[in-house]
Nanobody, 122 residues
């Protein structure tokens, strides 16, 4: 099982930037597709961005052009660079790991981090 720990959340003004980090341990990081999700108060958890083991990325329409997801396999870490932040970006951001399908029978399981709070307010 992989363990995930998010960091980098905090209070930022509209138009500002923030970089979130998700450190993975306990498994082979390179076999996991990674993603960032967020959950605003009173709302469901939504996909923000994903990055595959091969580096392919996908973003929610609401963050395209503003957010960038990346990964550093040597550091077992995935990042979310957030620019031009808006008040509606306020949410708890969660890191997610999904193993490649072939690794499931070998014991690899998906996992969620505890979340880090991002508040965009003046």
């Amino acid at each position: 099982q992989v363990q995930l720990v998010e960091s980098g959340g905090g209070l930022v003004q509209p138009g500002g930037s923030l970089r979130l980090s998700c450190a993975a341990s306990g498994s082979i990081f390179s076999i996991y597709n990674m993603g960032w999700y967020r959950q605003a108060p009173g709302k469901q958890r939504d996909l923000v961005a994903v990055i595959s083991t091969s580096g392919n990325t996908n973003y929610a329409d609401s963050v395209k052009g503003r957010f960038t997801i990346s990964r550093d396999n040597a550091k077992n870490t995935v990042y979310l660079q957030m620019n031009s932040l808006k008040p509606e970006d306020t949410a708890v951001y969660y890191c997610h790991a999904e193993p490649l399908a072939g690794w499931g029978p070998l014991g690899a399981m998906d996992a969620w981090g505890q979340g880090t709070l991002v508040t965009v307010s003046s």
